[in-house]
């Protein structure tokens, strides 16, 4: 995957970076945290306090767009509409429960 960060803005009201991406990569179409992981890996930044608010995928190519967000603490996350928050949590729930109960 070849990621290019388009714009990294710091809005100081809500205490966040939003940084807006492009990518291009090939295989299968990315998934919002493979998008976060390498965004995250390419900026130094947190990613259990970063959320992913849009992917914009191009119709043909293998070519996407968007925006994340990203806070400096869990706090200022409250800003953030909930399922946006909650997005990817219920799936780490559902596999930690069952490895739990083979233990």
């Known amino acids: 995957m070849e990621l290019k960060i388009i ?4 809005n100081k009201m809500f205490a966040r970076r939003e ?7 090939s295989g299968k179409t990315l998934t919002k945290e493979e998008v976060k992981e390498a965004v995250c890996k390419k900026l130094g ?3 259990s306090l970063s959320i992913v608010i849009k992917v914009e ?5 293998q070519h996407c767009s968007g925006l994340v967000h990203s806070y ?3 706090n200022d996350m409250k800003v953030e509409l909930a399922h946006l928050t909650s997005r990817g949590k219920a799936k780490e729930e559902k596999g ?8």
């Not at 940084?19 to 990569?25: K, L, N, S, T």
């Not at 930690?96 to 233990?103: C, F, L």
């Open 19 to 25: 940084v807006g991406f492009e990518a291009d990569y």
């Open 96 to 103: 930690a429960a069952p490895a739990a109960e083979k233990k």
């Open 57 to 61: 995928q191009v119709f043909g190519r």
């Open 7 to 10: 714009s990294d803005k710091t």
């Open 45 to 47: 930044l947190n990613p």
């Open 72 to 74: 400096e603490n869990e």
